[in-house]
């Protein structure tokens, strides 16, 4: 479990990078609000089938070049092993954010999936291409 819990800080923190200096605030126009939920559903689905892969193939070119499906998979598999099986979702909070120094736009979605044995958060990102920019769980 060490192994893993090392491991989970660096994944992570890849996945922040691509909202690091990001102010949030209400979902832009640009975003359709069910699109945003029903995209994170599905990768949230994809995350509780352990297919990882499909995950990172929702991914920018930024986010496939900085995480494979093994380190995906080393970082979310203790999650669901401790946690159970999946039941449902039981909160969405819908966000946007914009990139200061670029002005981009991204639409997103904190998720909690309520599973026999406890609750994983879901921290989930996509630009305006609807491509994923951010899988966080917690």
């Known amino acids: ?3 893993y819990s090392r491991r989970l800080p660096i994944i ?3 996945c922040m990078f691509f909202l690091t200096g990001c102010a949030q605030s209400k979902l832009s126009d640009k ?3 069910e699109e945003v939920k029903e995209q994170a559903e599905t990768a949230i689905a994809y995350f509780n089938e352990r297919d990882y892969q499909s995950i990172v193939d ?3 070119e ?3 070049a ?3 499906a093994e380190q995906f998979a080393d970082a979310s ?3 669901l092993d401790k946690c159970g099986e999946f039941e449902k979702i039981s909160k969405t909070v819908v966000l946007g954010s914009s990139d200061k120094e670029t002005g981009a736009d991204y639409g997103g979605v904190v998720m909690v999936g309520v599973y026999e044995k406890g609750r994983i958060q879901f921290t989930i ?3 305006e291409d609807m491509k994923l920019v951010q899988f966080m769980i917690k």
């Open 58 to 60: 929702m991914g920018s």
């Open 31 to 33: 975003f359709d609000e």
């Open 77 to 79: 598999d203790p999650y």
């Open 66 to 68: 900085s995480i494979t």
């Open 12 to 14: 992570l923190l890849l």
């Open 1 to 3: 479990m060490k192994k």
């Open 125 to 127: 990102a996509f630009d």
């Open 62 to 64: 930024e986010l496939k």
